[in-house]
Nanobody
Framework: QVQLVESGGGLVQAGGSLRLSCAAS????????MGWYRQALGEQRELVAR???????NYADSVKGRFTISRDNAKNTVYLQMNSLKPEDTAVYYC????????WGQGTQVTVSS
């Protein structure tokens, strides 16, 4: 059974930082492209950052220079370091894993107050 479990969300003031983690089980983690998506209230889910099995990364324009995605294959975990947070970063953040199938975590709430 595949599980993706996010953690690290919370309430932070604008300008602050958070680090999200996503622990995966039930998959050969190193083979999967991992991603972070977010969905704000009333909005569509959007890609935030993605990291391939070879650790190539890409980011949404809105987070470039502020967010960093990384992975630790030994720990089956992907991270999202979020710095200089803005109120518009407020959303539920979801972890995804894509290879032979596509899997999603349950999401973690990030709220940035002004």
């Amino acid at each position: 059974q595949v599980q993706l479990v996010e953690s690290g969300g919370g309430l932070v003031q604008a300008g602050g930082s958070l680090r999200l983690s996503c622990a995966a089980s039930g998959i050969i983690f190193s083979r999967y492209a991992m991603g972070w998506y977010r969905q704000a209230l009333g909005e569509q889910r959007e890609l935030v950052a993605r990291i391939t099995s070879g650790s190539r990364t890409n980011y949404a324009d809105s987070v470039k220079g502020r967010f960093t995605i990384s992975r630790d294959n030994a720990k089956n975990t992907v991270y999202l370091q979020m710095n200089s947070l803005k109120p518009e970063d407020t959303a539920v953040y979801y972890c995804s894993a894509v290879f032979t199938g596509a899997y999603w975590g349950q999401g973690t709430q990030v709220t940035v107050s002004s």
